[in-house]
Antibody
């Protein structure tokens, strides 16, 4: 059974960067895809990007292009999301989640999810 | 990007009642739709994928239906632990997108 455990809460100054980790256990890390989804306070869910660890290939939501970098370390079964040029609008809980795809086509649904990491951007 | 609109925003019901939640897509997503439950301070939990397939361990009081642009999540008899926010998510188009959520609250 796959479990995802994320790093702890962060407080960052505007203009800085944050790097959040997501350690996977169970299953075969190199065989699945990890996505990052964020949730601003009191708001809905927003997909940020994903990575296929075995291919070291990531793709990102257009909104975050140029500002987000998602990486993975197969040796430690850990995925990372780094977001730069932070503003107060980046204050949110960031979740990692395993992507599951149907063999008949379409994209991914997400299961399971990490517990979330609160990133607060404030001066 | 495909926009998902959930209705109603809030559903006020009593335990034991039936809950019917709607999710409408701005264009067809075939059956590529999932539903999640989120309780305060917790991560979302997968309930339904492929519009109507229950995830592992999900009670059979939860059921999903629909295809194309109109989808429904039904909870046949609300248990106290079912009061939460529910999100739909489409994966028929890129990027994956979520609805804004429906809160099911105790009446």
């Amino acid at each position: 059974q796959v479990q995802l455990v994320q790093s702890g809460a962060e407080v960052k100054n505007p203009g800085s960067s944050v790097k959040v980790s997501c350690k996977a256990s169970g299953g075969t890390f190199s065989s699945y895809t990890i996505s990052w989804v964020r949730q601003a306070p009191g708001q809905g869910l927003e997909w940020v990007g994903r990575i296929i660890p075995i291919a070291a290939r990531a793709n990102y939501a257009q909104k975050f292009q140029g500002r987000v970098t998602i990486t993975a370390d197969i040796s430690t079964t850990t995925a990372y999301m780094e977001l730069s040029s932070l503003t107060s609008e980046d204050t949110a809980v960031y979740y990692c989640a395993r992507c599951i795809a149907t063999p008949t086509g379409g994209g991914n649904w997400f299961d399971p999810w990490g517990q979330g990491t609160l990133v607060t951007v404030s001066s | 990007e495909i926009v998902l609109t959930q209705s109603p925003g809030t559903l006020s019901l009593s335990p034991g009642e039936r809950a019917t939640l709607s999710c409408r897509a701005s264009q067809s997503v075939s059956s590529y739709l999932a539903w999640y439950q989120q309780k305060p301070g917790q991560a979302p939990r997968l309930l339904i994928y492929g519009a109507s397939n229950r995830a592992t361990g999900i009670p059979d009081r939860f059921s999903g239906s629909g295809s194309g642009t109109d989808f429904t999540l039904t909870i046949s008899g609300l248990e106290p632990e079912d009061f939460a926010v529910y999100y739909c998510q489409q994966y028929g188009g890129s990027p994956e997108t979520f609805g804004q959520g429906t809160k099911v609250e105790i009446k």
